[in-house]
């Protein structure tokens, strides 16, 4: 007993280190935005320190909880999304959001891809969905179809993608990051509804082929 709770002791505290370290290479591009007044490197930047941040809220999440192998994605999700709109500023003001995810819990490997690809489609709709300061509201949502298999959707109702364009061979770093992050990492599909707004699709399984 002794020793498996110096396991769990070391655990955290790695977790906790890792998560330390994060902060300190966000706050690092933080100041290098500031320094800078052009304003696409400084959106490169702030998109640069989103996602550190989004990795280090998976090691922050598992600290603070009793379950080292696995997180809370309704937690999570939470946590991010409301950072994601702290980097934004007075956004939040104007465009909602709702987050399900049928208390689903997931180990750091899958977590961790999950949340890069929510927070790229988080900030996509949040720089292009809403426009000339329109109002609106996003959904994300997380549901197991069984014990190994889930989607992953997330969709907004905001201006929609231009027909003609093929998302897949954009020059946006976020959506490429998307789609290799979704087939490579998760080993899944994804679909694309361009009907009242934009729905991004993406079936997973958990089970390593």
């Not at 998109?47 to 937690?75: C, F, K, P, W």
């Not at 109002?135 to 549901?143: A, D, H, Q, R, Y």
Request: aromatic share 6%.
């Amino acid at each position: 007993k002794a020793s498996l709770k110096e396991k769990e002791t070391l655990l955290h505290e790695i977790h906790h280190r890792v998560k330390n370290n994060m902060t300190v290479i966000s706050s690092l591009l933080n100041l290098q935005a500031r320094q800078t007044g052009d304003k696409t490197t400084k959106s490169i930047l702030r998109d640069s320190q989103n996602r550190v941040q989004a990795m280090s809220m998976i090691h922050e999440t598992l600290y603070s909880s009793d379950n080292l192998s696995s997180i809370s994605m309704h937690i999570y999700f939470t946590k991010l999304v409301k950072a994601i709109f702290s980097s934004f500023g007075s956004i939040g003001r104007r465009v909602t959001y709702k987050i399900e995810s049928d208390n689903i819990k997931i180990g750091v490997k899958k977590a961790a891809p999950l949340g890069l690809i929510v927070n790229e489609l988080t900030t996509n709709i949040l720089k292009y969905a809403f426009p000339e300061n329109n109002s609106g509201e996003f959904s994300i949502n997380l549901t197991a179809d069984n014990e190994n298999t889930y989607e992953l959707t997330v969709a907004d109702n905001g201006v929609g993608l231009p027909e003609d364009l093929d998302w897949r061979n954009l020059d946006s770093l976020g959506l490429k990051l998307v789609s290799m992050i979704a087939e490579n990492q998760l080993d899944g599909a994804i679909d694309i509804e361009n009907e009242k707004g934009t729905k991004f699709i993406i079936k997973f399984n958990l089970i390593e082929k």
